[in-house]
C-alpha cells in the first residue's frame, strides 16, 4: 500500500515540477490572475511559485542575475481605461556583508473583466449548445458537466 503512495507522490510532484518549470515569471503571474481568489492569496501564490521557478532554472541564469534571491511580492489593483489592471511586484535581494542590494520587476496585465470575451461564433456556440444538450438527453454527459 505504501509503494502505490511513494509513486503517486512522485508523479504529483515531477508534473508540478515540469508546469513550474516550462512557464516564465509573467506567465506564472498570468495564471494566477486566471486561477482568482482573494487578492492577498494571488500575492502570496505568486510569491510561492515564483521562489520554485527560481530554484528550478537557476543554472540557466547568468552569475550575476543568480545572486538575487526573491525577497517579497506585491500585487497591486486599479483600473485603466475602465479595464481591471494587476501588477505584480517581485522585490530581489542579493545579500552582501552589509546589507541587500534590491531590484524590483514588475510584471502587468490588464483584463478587461466586464466584457466577455468570445473566440467562437454565435453559430458555433448554439452548435456546442445544442451538442452538449444532446449528450446530457442521452445521458452521456452529467448536469454538472453540462452547466460548467
Request: aromatic fraction near 10%; charged fraction near 30%.
Amino acid at each position: 500500500m505504501k509503494k502505490p503512495i511513494l509513486l503517486l507522490l512522485v508523479g504529483l510532484s515531477f508534473n508540478l515540477n515540469a508546469q513550474i518549470d516550462t512557464h516564465t515569471s509573467r506567465e506564472i503571474d498570468s495564471l494566477i490572475i486566471d486561477e482568482g481568489g482573494p487578492l492577498s492569496l494571488m500575492s502570496i501564490k505568486s510569491e510561492e511559485r515564483q521562489k520554485e521557478w527560481q530554484i528550478l532554472n537557476r543554472n540557466f541564469f547568468s552569475s550575476k542575475i543568480a545572486r538575487y534571491k526573491l525577497f517579497n511580492t506585491k500585487l497591486i489593483v486599479g483600473k485603466e481605461e475602465g479595464k481591471r489592471v494587476y501588477i505584480f511586484s517581485h522585490t530581489h535581494c542579493w545579500k552582501k556583508p552589509l546589507g541587500c542590494i534590491y531590484i524590483t520587476t514588475d510584471n502587468k496585465f490588464i483584463r478587461d473583466d466586464y466584457k466577455v470575451k468570445f473566440n467562437i461564433s454565435r453559430d458555433e456556440a448554439i452548435k456546442k449548445l445544442k451538442e452538449a444538450k444532446d449528450l446530457l438527453d442521452i445521458e452521456m454527459m452529467t448536469r454538472e458537466e453540462f452547466t460548467n
